[in-house]
């Protein structure tokens, strides 16, 4: 523990306060190694204190307006955006993500919250009728009650952001459980919220998948669980949602790969990998993390892309501002990681470029490139999430689509090609919740669904879609 570290507490029904047995747990910079802060680590106690304070805010939250909930939500974008900077400059020690990252994420979080205000008084349903004769029908949408969120590291105030804010918009009151590693942007950021946030509208509590992840999975009271996770995490929290019955919604891991067709320009396929595969150090669900090219491409896109990984600059985001890319997340990261690639090695796999760890402190990955891997190998059908791209060949469109298809993932997917036909075709046979023409990875918007096939999950975030997740639909009928 670093004499600098903050200390910090949960935010439960408007209160700051400590774990209710005192426990604390030590968030390091991976970066560096060190300690930065200490935070509440949480049981199953922190569950049902928060999940008292959620209940006796609900009854309030219930009445109000859509335009109440909109207020807030507008509220809370006006706070991310009064304090962007030591927000980024918060995310970017804690996950060790360059600062160009981390900046670009806080407008658009904000423009999350934006939507989901709008959102708010745009709640619709079928139209009030006589669809039984002597009876007027219509339909109420109502807020499931209280709700749990559970986020992952890589994003950690933006995922918690893509669950407030439908959770919110649609009236109801919300538990959130930050990532063990990165619980600080959330905690800072409702801190800097705390006078437009209602009493206990909005709890966070800090802690272990288990006991507090699971703890908020199994209780009764809680109407919903929204988990960004491993798809392991996703099954076992459909499997306790299941005593409970309550609703889950899972944005869960992805293999997303990177179809380039042989019409493909190889400079440009090789800046959009050079961003897909290692924005974030790969830890990106949707990284662009196979490459797929036709057989025609393939040496010349390897020509233009391995100086273009080579040239990305690797360090300390605390080191300046050109950073491109930061360590990954944590030591058992860094060893997963590695472990993927020695096993490549094993089975005959080339390493084009990087492959090892850099620097004798932090938990540094080099961007690296693999190539010669089967499609059953290990390091193409399941998920990295590292600074890692393989690369693979194929002959045909069919070829190219069924080698795309072929995981059990379905997150994301993109296409490369100057040929609309052939576009259109695979955008229509990819089985991914996401295909990008000609771009990877950035064009995502509020408006639009981000979510999975497969075992990638189901439900969305953002997008009306995501709102809806959020509320039940009532048929209400008058005799008349
Ligand atoms: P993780 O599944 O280990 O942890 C995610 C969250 O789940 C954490 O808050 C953790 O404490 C909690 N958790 C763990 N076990 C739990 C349990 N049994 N019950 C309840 N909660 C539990 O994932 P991670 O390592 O933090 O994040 C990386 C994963 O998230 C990757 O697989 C990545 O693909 C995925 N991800 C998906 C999306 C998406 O939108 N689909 C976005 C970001 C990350």
């Given at each position: 523990?670093?004499?600098?570290?903050?200390?910090?507490?949960?935010?439960?029904g408007?209160?700051?306060?400590?774990?209710?047995?005192?426990?604390?747990?030590?968030?390091?910079?991976?970066?560096?190694?060190?300690?930065?802060?200490?935070?509440?680590?949480?049981?199953?106690?922190?569950?049902?204190?928060?999940?008292?304070?959620?209940?006796?805010?609900?009854?309030?939250?219930?009445?109000a307006?859509?335009?109440e909930r909109s207020?807030?939500?507008?509220?809370?974008?006006?706070?991310?955006?009064?304090?962007?900077?030591?927000?980024?400059?918060?995310e970017?020690?804690?996950?060790?993500?360059?600062?160009?990252?981390?900046?670009?994420?806080?407008?658009?979080?904000?423009?999350?919250?934006?939507?989901?205000?709008?959102?708010?008084?745009?709640?619709?349903?079928?139209?009030?009728?006589?669809?039984?004769?002597?009876?007027?029908s219509?339909?109420?949408?109502?807020?499931?009650?209280?709700?749990?969120?559970?986020?992952?590291?890589?994003?950690?105030?933006?995922m918690?952001?893509?669950?407030?804010?439908?959770?919110?918009?649609?009236?109801?009151?919300?538990?959130?459980k930050?990532?063990?590693?990165?619980?600080?942007s959330l905690?800072?950021f409702?801190?800097?919220?705390?006078?437009?946030?209602?009493?206990?509208?909005?709890?966070?509590?800090?802690?272990d998948?288990?006991?507090?992840?699971?703890g908020?999975?199994?209780?009764?009271?809680?109407?919903?669980?929204?988990?960004?996770?491993?798809?392991?995490?996703?099954?076992?929290?459909?499997?306790?949602?299941?005593?409970?019955?309550?609703?889950?919604?899972?944005?869960?891991?992805?293999?997303?790969?990177?179809?380039?067709?042989?019409d493909?320009?190889?400079?440009?396929?090789?800046?959009?990998?050079?961003?897909?595969?290692?924005?974030?150090?790969?830890?990106?669900?949707?990284?662009?993390?196979?490459?797929?090219?036709?057989?025609?491409?393939?040496?010349?896109?390897?020509?233009?892309?391995?100086?273009?990984?080579?040239?990305?600059?690797?360090?300390?985001?605390?080191?300046?501002?050109?950073?491109?890319?930061?360590?990954?997340?944590?030591?058992?990261?860094?060893?997963?990681?590695?472990?993927?690639l020695?096993?490549?090695?094993?089975?005959?796999?080339?390493i084009?470029?990087?492959?090892?760890?850099?620097?004798?402190?932090?938990?540094?990955?080099?961007?690296t490139?693999v190539?010669?891997v089967?499609?059953?190998?290990?390091?193409?059908?399941?998920?990295?999430?590292?600074?890692?791209?393989?690369?693979?060949?194929?002959?045909?469109?069919?070829d190219?689509?069924?080698?795309?298809?072929?995981?059990?993932?379905?997150?994301?997917?993109?296409?490369?090609?100057?040929?609309?036909?052939?576009?259109?075709?695979?955008?229509?046979?990819?089985?991914?919740?996401?295909?990008?023409?000609?771009?990877?990875?950035?064009?995502?918007?509020?408006?639009?669904?981000?979510?999975?096939?497969?075992?990638?999950g189901?439900?969305?975030?953002?997008?009306?879609?995501?709102?809806?997740?959020?509320?039940?639909?009532?048929?209400?009928?008058?005799?008349?």
């Amino acid at each position: 523990m670093s004499a600098t570290a903050t200390e910090l507490k949960n935010f439960v029904g408007g209160e700051w306060v400590d774990a209710v047995d005192g426990g604390t747990m030590d968030v390091p910079n991976p970066a560096t190694g060190e300690t930065i802060a200490r935070v509440p680590r949480g049981t199953a106690a922190d569950v049902q204190r928060a999940v008292e304070a959620a209940q006796r805010a609900l009854p309030e939250w219930l009445d109000a307006t859509p335009k109440e909930r909109s207020e807030l939500l507008l509220a809370l974008a006006r706070v991310l955006d009064d304090n962007a900077e030591e927000l980024a400059q918060i995310e970017s020690q804690n996950v060790g993500k360059p600062l160009m990252a981390s900046r670009d994420e806080m407008p658009f979080s904000a423009d999350n919250l934006r939507f989901f205000a709008g959102a708010a008084r745009n709640l619709e349903g079928k139209s009030a009728g006589e669809y039984i004769r002597g009876y007027t029908s219509f339909v109420r949408r109502e807020p499931i009650g209280i709700v749990a969120g559970i986020t992952p590291w890589n994003y950690p105030l933006m995922m918690a952001v893509w669950k407030l804010g439908p959770a919110l918009a649609a009236g109801n009151v919300q538990i959130l459980k930050p990532a063990e590693q990165t619980p600080l942007s959330l905690l800072r950021f409702v801190e800097l919220a705390k006078d437009v946030i209602p009493k206990g509208v909005l709890q966070v509590i800090t802690g272990d998948g288990v006991p507090v992840g699971s703890g908020l999975v199994e209780h009764p009271a809680i109407g919903l669980v929204s988990l960004t996770g491993d798809v392991e995490t996703g099954k076992a929290i459909a499997r306790n949602a299941a005593d409970t019955l309550k609703r889950v919604h899972l944005e869960l891991g992805g293999k997303a790969p990177m179809v380039i067709f042989d019409d493909a320009d190889p400079e440009q396929v090789a800046q959009a990998i050079r961003l897909a595969g290692y924005w974030n150090s790969g830890q990106d669900c949707t990284a662009g993390s196979r490459v797929l090219a036709g057989a025609k491409i393939y040496d010349r896109l390897l020509e233009e892309l391995v100086p273009a990984v080579e040239s990305l600059k690797v360090g300390d985001p605390a080191d300046g501002e050109d950073v491109e890319m930061g360590p990954v997340i944590s030591q058992a990261q860094q060893e997963r990681v590695l472990g993927f690639l020695d096993r490549a090695q094993k089975a005959k796999a080339t390493i084009l470029t990087g492959g090892g760890t850099r620097g004798d402190r932090g938990w540094f990955v080099q961007p690296t490139i693999v190539t010669d891997v089967a499609q059953d190998a290990d390091i193409v059908q399941n998920e990295v999430f590292g600074p890692v791209v393989t690369v693979q060949r194929f002959d045909d469109d069919a070829d190219a689509i069924a080698m795309a298809n072929d995981v059990r993932y379905g997150l994301a997917a993109s296409v490369f090609t100057r040929d609309i036909v052939r576009a259109h075709n695979a955008a229509r046979r990819l089985q991914f919740g996401t295909v990008w023409i000609n771009d990877h990875l950035l064009p995502i918007t509020s408006e639009m669904p981000h979510g999975g096939y497969k075992q990638s999950g189901y439900g969305k975030d953002m997008s009306m879609y995501s709102v809806e997740e959020y509320s039940n639909v009532k048929h209400v009928a008058v005799k008349l």
